[in-house]
Each structure stands twice: as structure tokens, then as C-alpha cells.
């Protein structure tokens, strides 16, 4: 299976209110975080958990849904956060860790982030799953 860059793996934010301000996902977990590519077009959904793992979902390049997990952790005093995929060994074409920078940005706002791979991904995160 190939992935087109649904290396959402850091097309990411992160948003961070006063309640939260130990743990800057807080305000992703239950919600669904959107990006899509700004150079492909390829839209992916990111659901994180507060235990450290996430489902990423979108379309292969067959034009089929597929999903996959993953873990997520932040780095560098939580400035950054860096997704890395679970895939079956050998999978082809399968995205490795990939970093963005963590800001604050409440449920609805949309922004643009570029990860440690060079994409460019719009990013909006909605209330529920």
C-alpha cells in the first residue's frame, strides 16, 4: 500500500488553554483534527488519545479508505510534536516520524503548519469525533 503523504504525520497544532496548560493536546482528544496536503490536496483526519496514540484516516491512491495507528509525543519542552506510525514491517512507502510545531489554536480555527518532511498542510481541528 502506498501512502501519498498522508504524512499527516505532523501536519499538526496543538492547542493549549489555562485548563490545560500540563498537557497541550488536552483539547484534541475527542475531537477530530483535519489537514489537508496544500500541494496534493490529499485530506487526512488525525484522533488522538490522551494515552500517547492516534488513528490517522484518509484515501490511498487506489481512491479506498484507509486508516492506520500511530503514537504521538512531544519534544523539546513541548514545543514541537512528532507522530510515528504503526505499520506492518515491509509496508511500502510507509511514512516515518514526522515533527511540526505545537501552537495554540481553539476548536474551529483554521492554520497552516509545514512538518520536519518540507509539506505543508492546512490544518482545523472540530468538536467531536
Request: hydrophobic letters at 35%.
Amino acid at each position: 500500500m502506498r501512502f501519498t503523504k498522508l504524512a499527516l504525520a505532523g501536519a499538526f497544532l496543538c492547542f493549549a488553554t489555562a485548563a490545560y496548560a500540563d498537557d497541550p493536546m488536552a483539547n484534541t482528544y475527542g475531537n477530530t483534527v483535519t489537514t489537508k496536503n496544500t500541494k496534493t490536496g490529499a485530506v487526512g483526519t488525525l484522533l488522538f488519545n490522551a494515552d500517547g496514540t492516534y488513528t490517522a484516516g484518509g484515501t490511498g491512491p487506489d481512491g479506498k479508505a484507509i486508516t492506520y495507528p500511530g503514537k504521538w509525543m512531544t519534544k523539546d519542552n513541548g514545543a514541537t510534536l512528532c507522530l510515528t506510525p504503526t505499520l506492518p514491517a515491509g509496508t511500502p512507502n510507509a511514512p516515518g516520524e514526522s515533527c511540526s510545531p505545537v501552537a495554540a489554536h481553539p476548536v474551529g480555527e483554521h492554520w497552516t503548519v509545514t512538518n520536519s518532511a518540507g509539506d505543508t498542510f492546512d490544518v482545523v481541528v472540530t468538536a467531536g469525533r
